[in-house]
C-alpha cells in the first residue's frame, strides 16, 4: 500500500511536470553537474523574464467576458473585479422569468472561463467606486460583508484598465420608477420577476380577494417596446396561456398584459415588416399595445400615463410593472467622464481604437462607451496633403486611389456613403463633382475635394447598445493586446493623416450579424445581413439553434437545451422557487 502511495504521487507529480523532469534526466545521465547546470540555467532564465504588464478589468458582461476570453498573451497579468463572479447570457433572461430556463443554466463562473487560459489572471468580488487615471489606480469595495459587518476597501494599481460595466437602467428620472418597477438586467432581476408573477396568481386565487382586486393583481404591465419588452410580453403569454391556465383555472379570464410605449411603433429598430407583424400578433394573442404613451409617474398601484398625440392623461391599474427603457450611467462613470473633462455625455467617448479620449491606457467597451468617430470634414486639409504626393496643389485620380483603401478604413463613413449613393468608387465621387470630364483626367483642388466631400459624416451612425457589439468589442481589444508588441515593430493600420507613419492597429469595425425577436407561439421574427427579413416557426428554431451555439461552454450549453426539452415535454416550471 506504501509502495502504491509512493507511486501514485511520483506519477502525479511527474505529469504535473513532465517537461522540468525529462530536462533533469537529461543532464543528469550526460554528466554529474548536469543537474547543477539545470538549476543554474533555470535561475537565469527567471531573471531574463521581463515584468508583466497589469490589465485591470473591470466588469464580467458580454464586453469583459468576450476579452478574457481571447485574451492569450501570457506577458499580461489581467485582474478581474466585478460585483458578481459568474457571466450571464442576458439574450435569454425572459425566458428565466417564465420558468422556460432555470437561472443556473444561462450563467458560467468567471473563474471557469479563464482556469484553462495561460495567462496569470485572478478575480476578486467587488464594485468599482472610483477610478484615478492620473495614478493608475482603482478603488474598490468587496461585496461580501467581513466580521465587522463592513465591506472590505481596497485599491488596485493597473497599466491597462479596461472598463466594460455595462450601465444602469435608465428611468428618466420617472417619480416611482425605482420604488415599484421590476427591471431586467440582471438574473436576480428575472428570478424576482419570476417570483412576483406566481405571487400575483396565489394572490387572486385568495377567496378573500374581490373580483376588482383580481383583476388589478393580474393586470401586467410592460413599459418600453423595445426587444427586452416585446421578448417578455411574448414569454409571460405563453406562460399563462400554456401553463398557468391549467394550474389557475378560476383567475385565468381576469389575466392581462398591457405594453406602453412613448414611440409611435414598437420594435422601431427592426425591419417595418417585423414591427407589423409584431403588433398584429400581440392584438390577435390579447396583448394590449399602447403606442404613443408616455409613463409619467408610476405608484404601488396605478402607472399613470400621457399621450403623446392629445396630451390626455390616464391612470392604469396594475399588479406587477417591468421597465425595459433604455440604459443610464453609472454613478462612478460620471465621476471619471468628469474627471477626464468628458462632461454632459451618455456614456464614455472612446476613439475607434476603444482608448478613452483624453487617456493613454484606458480603454472602454460595452454599454458604458460610445465610439466617436473622427470626422472627414475635420481632417480634410491634412488628407489633401496626404494625398497631393508631388505637392502639385491638386490631386488627380490616380494619387487618391494610392490613399483610397486607408481612408475607407480610417473613414468608414465614406464607403457608406458611396454605397448609399450606389457609387462604385472614389472615381464616381470625384467625376459627379467635376461634371463630364473624363476619370483618369480628374484633377481637384482642395475646395472642390472639400465640396465632394461634405455630406460624407452625415452617414456616421452611433452603434447599438447590444451584447453582439460588446462581444466584438472584447475580441477586437483582446487581439490587440496579443499582438501589441509585434504591432509596435510593425504597424498594420492605416496612414495617420495628420502625422508620420501608420496606425498600430485597423479601427474596430463592428460587423452587424443579424438580430431576432421571440414573439410568442413559436414564432420569432428574424432580420439578417443584406436585408433579409424572415418571421414565423422556422426562424424560431434558428434562434434555437443560434443561442444554444453561442453559449460561453460546453456545460451551458447543454443546460439551455436540456431546459427547453423539459419544458417541450413537461411544460413550465411553476414553482416560487
Not at 509502495?3 to 533533469?24: E, G, I, M, P, W
Not at 452625415?458 to 447590444?466: E, G, I, R
Not at 475580441?475 to 508620420?500: D, Q, S, T, V, W
Not at 469595425?509 to 428574424?526: D, M, N, S, V
Request: charged residues 25%; glycine residues 6%; hydrophobic residues 40%.
Amino acid at each position: 500500500m506504501r509502495n502504491f502511495n509512493f507511486f501514485h504521487r511520483f506519477s502525479k507529480t511527474f505529469r504535473d511536470y513532465d517537461s522540468q523532469f525529462k530536462l533533469v534526466l537529461l543532464c543528469t545521465t550526460v554528466s554529474g553537474g548536469g543537474l547543477l547546470a539545470y538549476g543554474e540555467a533555470v535561475a537565469t532564465s527567471e531573471a531574463a523574464v521581463p515584468e508583466k504588464k497589469k490589465v485591470l478589468v473591470l466588469g464580467t458582461g458580454w464586453a469583459g467576458t468576450s476579452f478574457l476570453r481571447n485574451l492569450n498573451d501570457p506577458r499580461y497579468e489581467v485582474h478581474v473585479v466585478s460585483p458578481r463572479n459568474y457571466f450571464a447570457f442576458t439574450p435569454l433572461l425572459p425566458s428565466v422569468t417564465c420558468g422556460t430556463i432555470e437561472a443556473r443554466s444561462i450563467v458560467e463562473p468567471v473563474r471557469n472561463i479563464f482556469r484553462k487560459k495561460h495567462v496569470d489572471s485572478r478575480f476578486s468580488e467587488a464594485e468599482c467606486i472610483k477610478i484615478d487615471a492620473v495614478n493608475r489606480k482603482v478603488y474598490c469595495r468587496a461585496n461580501i460583508n467581513n466580521n465587522s459587518n463592513e465591506k472590505d476597501e481596497f485599491v488596485v494599481d493597473y497599466d491597462y484598465l479596461i472598463i466594460a460595466v455595462g450601465a444602469n437602467v435608465n428611468t428618466f428620472n420617472t417619480p416611482g420608477v425605482t420604488e415599484n418597477c421590476h427591471f431586467l438586467k440582471e438574473v436576480e432581476d428575472a428570478q424576482r420577476i419570476r417570483r412576483t408573477v406566481i405571487d400575483c396568481f396565489e394572490r387572486a386565487s385568495l377567496p378573500s380577494v374581490s373580483d376588482e382586486e383580481k383583476k388589478r393583481i393580474l393586470h401586467f404591465a410592460i413599459v418600453g417596446g423595445g426587444p427586452t419588452g416585446v421578448e417578455f410580453a411574448a414569454a409571460l403569454h405563453d406562460f399563462v396561456s400554456e401553463d398557468l391556465v391549467k394550474l389557475y383555472p378560476g383567475v385565468k379570464d381576469l389575466f392581462k398584459i398591457t405594453l406602453l410605449e412613448a414611440g409611435g411603433h414598437i420594435l422601431s429598430m427592426f425591419d417595418k415588416r417585423i414591427t407589423a407583424f409584431a403588433e398584429d400578433k400581440f392584438r390577435r394573442d390579447g396583448i394590449d399595445v399602447k403606442t404613443g404613451s408616455m409613463v409619467v409617474k408610476v405608484s404601488d398601484r396605478e402607472i399613470s400615463t400621457k399621450e403623446m398625440k392629445s396630451g390626455e392623461m390616464t391612470s392604469i391599474p396594475y399588479g406587477m410593472a417591468v421597465w425595459s427603457t433604455g440604459i443610464g450611467t453609472r454613478p462612478f462613470i460620471k465621476d471619471f467622464m468628469t474627471q477626464i473633462g468628458q462632461i454632459n455625455r451618455r456614456a464614455v467617448a472612446t476613439d475607434e481604437w476603444l482608448r478613452v479620449e483624453g487617456t493613454n491606457n484606458v480603454y472602454a467597451l460595452g454599454d458604458c462607451a460610445t465610439i466617436n468617430q473622427r470626422k472627414v470634414m475635420e481632417d480634410i486639409v491634412a488628407i489633401f496633403k496626404k494625398t497631393d504626393a508631388d505637392n502639385s496643389g491638386t490631386i488627380t485620380l490616380k494619387e487618391f486611389q494610392a490613399v483610397m483603401d486607408d481612408i475607407f478604413e480610417r473613414y468608414p463613413q465614406v464607403e457608406l456613403f458611396l454605397k448609399n449613393k450606389q457609387m462604385h468608387g472614389i472615381a464616381d465621387l470625384l467625376e459627379e463633382s467635376k461634371g463630364d470630364v473624363e476619370k483618369e483626367s480628374i484633377e481637384i483642388n482642395i475646395e472642390e475635394l472639400k465640396t465632394a466631400l461634405f455630406n460624407v459624416d452625415s452617414q456616421m451612425k452611433f452603434l447599438p447598445a447590444t451584447a453582439q457589439v460588446a462581444s466584438q468589442q472584447g475580441a477586437y481589444l483582446a487581439k490587440c493586446f496579443n499582438r501589441m508588441e509585434e504591432c509596435e515593430k510593425n504597424p498594420e493600420g492605416p496612414i495617420r493623416f495628420r502625422e508620420e507613419g501608420r496606425h498600430r492597429f485597423k479601427p474596430f469595425r463592428y460587423k452587424h450579424l443579424g438580430q431576432f425577436a421571440p414573439l410568442g407561439g413559436e414564432q420569432t421574427a428574424a432580420q439578417l445581413p443584406g436585408d433579409w427579413v424572415s418571421i414565423g416557426h422556422s426562424s424560431q428554431w434558428l434562434w434555437y439553434s443560434v443561442y444554444a451555439s453561442k453559449q460561453v461552454s460546453w456545460r451551458t450549453r447543454a443546460l439551455v437545451v436540456s431546459d427547453w426539452m423539459r419544458r417541450f415535454i413537461f411544460g413550465r416550471d411553476s414553482s416560487q422557487i
